[in-house]
Each structure stands twice: as C-alpha cells, then as structure tokens.
C-alpha cells in the first residue's frame, strides 16, 4: 500500500512532527510505503492564470518545465494521500493554495477514482476546521474518496501531546480500514448533479477541440446511459433532482453555445467575454 504526504508549509516545523506520529502510527497498523512531498522542496511555478490547462489541455500550460507532472504520478502511483498543511492567515500557506492552483484543471477531468484521502491541518487558534474543509472540497472534486479530517492545535498547553497523540491514533486506523475497504463512494447529491450538468454542457457544445470533452468522451462519461464517472446506482431520487436541474440548465447552455463553441471559449480567453462599455 503506497501512502503519499503532500506537505504544504515552507518549513519542516510542527507539521512534520505531526506527520511523522502518523506515519509511525500507520506503520504500526499494516505494511505501508510512506513517502513524504514537500511542496517546498520542488520546483512548482506560479499558477499564470491563462485557462489554456481547463480549454486546451494541460499540455499547453505556459510554465512548462517544472514538477508539475513528477508530482502528479507521484499521487497517481499513490493508494492514499494525505493533505497536510499548517494554518496561516486562516488558510492554506500559499505554496500549498499554488499547488491546487496549477491542478485546477483537475477539477474538469476528475482522475484520482479508487483513491483515499484524509485532510491534516495544525494551527496555533483558530482556522484549521475550514482548511480540512477546504483539503475535503478539492479531493472530493479530483475524483479521491475523502474519509478523515484531523485538526490539532500546537500552542503549548500541558498535556497537549497526549490529546494529539490519541486523535493521531483514531486517524490512522480511520485511514488504513478506508484503504482496505470498498474505495468507490456512492455519490452525494452535488457530485451526481456536477456530473450531469457537466455531462449535459459538454454535450451540447460537442466542441471536438476542447480539452475537457475531449477527455469527457474518451472516459465514455458523455454516453447516454453512464450515469457517474464509474459504475455506481447514484439512486433515484438523487437522479431525479439532478435530471430535473438539467432540464432547467439545458435551454441555458444552448444559447451560450448558440454559436461556434471554439468562439465562445477563445473570446472567454482573450478577456473579450464581458464587455461593460455600453451598460450605464
Ligand atoms: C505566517 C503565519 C501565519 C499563521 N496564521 C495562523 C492562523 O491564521 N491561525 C492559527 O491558528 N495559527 C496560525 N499560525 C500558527 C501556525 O499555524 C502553527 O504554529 C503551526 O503549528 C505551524 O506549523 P509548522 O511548524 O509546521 O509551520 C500562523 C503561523 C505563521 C508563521
């Protein structure tokens, strides 16, 4: 079992301490490859904002040669990832928040299905409930079934380690029974409606040049009966709202895509979709 931990502080302070407990913990458990990535130590450029990644492909990101697609085999090679970060400004620290930047395109052509993930986060106070949140919105979206939040405070208060040490213990065997059991989730309610409105998007624009439905239908997510990105009954009630959004939505994604769909993702591109010249 291979277990990857994206580190995403500029330093190896309390974090790592924290890490290695859980490492320690899991390695008590079962037989576990435990390999540690710290975002600090690769060479990740700057998110340039463009878009090319989402509507052209990632092929075409301006950075080019940087870690980027080490990093990615790295948590495609992985059974389990453990997001870890420590609270700064009340988020993630910005090498971290660069890191889901430069993935972004991810979120369109979700790939990590049949992996586990849990969320780790150590503050001073406050500000660790919303980045575990944060670390369990961007995992769920990239395809990971996301089972365990830890959150731990490292002000120095006696006795402190001994309560870490027991919530530590819980997340280890939270984490290792997810990777020994059943890893495709039954989707929530937003996951089925994100995949049927997207499915719906990208089938009315049928635009063979962009990135997204390129993928889309090479992963069969665009055929009639696929109901979810694997093979899962989402439910019936579940279906039905989401069928239901779709109808509202559909008359909506025709007029966007009324046109040439490459017109209107290369105007979105070059900062010609909006224009506030003529609106008083
Ligand atoms: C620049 C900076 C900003 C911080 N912001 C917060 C914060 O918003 N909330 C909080 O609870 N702790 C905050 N802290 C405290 C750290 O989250 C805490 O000490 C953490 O355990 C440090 O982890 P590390 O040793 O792995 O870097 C901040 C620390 C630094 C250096």
Redesign the pocket.
């Known amino acids: 079992m291979k277990v990857l931990a994206i580190m995403g502080?500029?330093?190896?302070?309390?974090?790592?301490?924290?890490m290695e407990k859980l490492e320690y913990e899991l390695k008590l458990l079962q037989e576990v490859e435990f390999e540690y990535l710290y975002l600090k130590d690769v060479h990740l450029e700057s998110c340039r904002g463009c878009s090319n990644c989402f509507f052209k492909g990632e092929d075409k990101c301006p950075v080019g040669n940087d870690d980027r697609d080490e990093i990615f085999n790295k948590i495609a090679q992985a059974d389990g990832v453990i997001f870890m970060?420590?609270?700064?400004?009340?988020?993630v620290?910005a090498l971290m928040k660069n890191f889901f930047d430069r993935f972004s395109y991810i979120f369109h052509r979700p790939c990590f299905f049949g992996k586990i993930a849990i969320g780790v986060?150590?503050?001073?106070?406050?500000?660790?409930k919303k980045i575990t949140s944060y670390f369990n919105d961007v995992a769920s979206s990239w395809g990971f079934k996301f089972v365990h939040r830890l959150e731990?405070?490292?002000?120095p208060v006696e006795g402190a380690e001994k309560k870490m040490v027991k919530k530590i213990k819980k997340t280890g065997k939270k984490f290792i029974k997810a990777l020994n059991e059943q890893r495709y989730q039954k989707p929530s309610l937003g996951s089925v409606i994100a995949f049927k409105v997207r499915k719906v998007q990208h089938n009315i624009g049928n635009d063979e040049t962009n990135a997204d439905y390129k993928y889309w239908l090479a992963q069969g997510w665009l055929d009639e009966d696929k109901q979810y990105y694997y093979d899962v009954r989402p439910g019936i009630i579940k279906s039905a709202i989401a069928g239901l959004l779709n109808l509202i939505l559909k008359p909506k994604f025709k007029t966007m895509f009324a046109g040439n769909p490459k017109e209107v993702y290369d105007k979105y591109l070059k900062l010609e979709s909006l224009n506030f010249e003529n609106i008083t």
């Not at 970060?85 to 988020?91: S, V």
């Not at 986060?121 to 660790?128: F, L, M, R, Y």
Request: net charge positive.
């Open positions: 502080g500029p330093r190896k302070g309390y974090g790592t301490m924290i970060a420590p609270a700064y400004a009340f988020h620290p986060c150590n503050q001073g106070i406050s500000g660790a731990l405070r490292t002000m």
